[in-house]
């Protein structure tokens, strides 16, 4: 039962167009999600994050929606550049009310392909 | 500033031997978490810790075994090797629980 759910395998898109990838997840209990890229042969790097007080949160060419009632986020670069092109993770955790989490759910991840 | 480290890079082993992964990290971080991703998968939680001394269960724990005996470290050991073990190994950390910070992976191969 997967809670976390990316259903675009791959997305391709063209040089300095808009990307938008796109995440949905069953479990209401998740309160925070988060944006992670990940290379060939390397570790995942944080990108971007979001709290479920906000609705919107923007790191320069990265944007990140979130809609609580749909249980969907998605990320948004603008614009798209050649470096970009990576597998892109969305993840999500419950924060207990003193701090701390048990750990991040993740979804399969979406390969974004930037075409020059 | 190194992050979180993690040794080795790359491991064969036969099933039924036994190894440890090696995770540091330098950032004094309390929070620490093994996950392993398999191809095609997203990432799955094996182990976490909150503190030294303390370490619970994540999603898939069967077959792992972990300690957290400083700040620092949190190794994760794999006693009877077998062919489903074969993923790749993520450690990363974390100051307050919420954003974490990965290493390069570990590749592991069991034949």
């Known amino acids: 039962d997967q809670q976390v759910k990316q259903n675009s395998p791959s997305l391709s898109v063209q040089e300095g167009r808009i990307s938008i990838l796109n995440c949905d997840y069953t479990?209401?209990?998740?309160?925070?999600f988060l944006w992670y890229k990940k290379y060939p042969a390397e570790g995942p790097t944080f990108l971007i994050s979001?709290?479920?007080?906000?609705d919107k949160n923007e790191d320069g060419r990265f944007t990140v929606f979130l809609n609580k009632s749909a249980k969907h986020l998605s990320l948004h670069i603008v614009p798209s550049q050649p470096g970009d092109s990576a597998v892109y993770f969305c993840?999500?955790?419950?924060?207990?009310?003193?701090?701390?989490?048990?750990?991040?759910?993740f979804g399969k991840g979406t390969h974004l392909i930037i075409q020059p | 500033n190194a992050g979180v480290t993690q040794t080795p890079k790359f491991r064969i082993l036969k099933i039924g031997q036994s190894m440890t992964l090696q995770c540091t990290q330098d950032?004094?971080?309390?929070?620490m978490y093994w996950y392993r991703q398999d191809p095609g998968m997203g990432l799955k939680l094996i182990y976490y810790?909150?503190?030294?001394?303390?370490?619970d269960k994540g999603e898939v724990p069967n077959g792992y075994n972990v300690s957290r005996s400083t700040t620092e470290d949190f190794p994760l050991r794999l006693e009877l090797a077998a062919p489903s073990q074969t993923s790749v190994y993520f450690c990363?950390?974390?100051?307050?629980?919420?954003?974490?910070?990965f290493g390069p992976g570990t590749r592991l191969t069991v034949l």
């Open positions: 990363a950390s974390s100051l307050r629980g919420d954003t974490q910070y």
């Open positions: 479990n209401s209990m998740f309160d925070y």
């Open positions: 979001i709290s479920s007080i906000k």
């Open positions: 993840a999500a955790s419950f924060m207990y009310s003193g701090g701390g989490a048990d750990g991040l759910t």
């Open positions: 950032m004094n971080h309390n929070y």
């Open positions: 810790s909150v503190g030294a001394g303390i370490t």
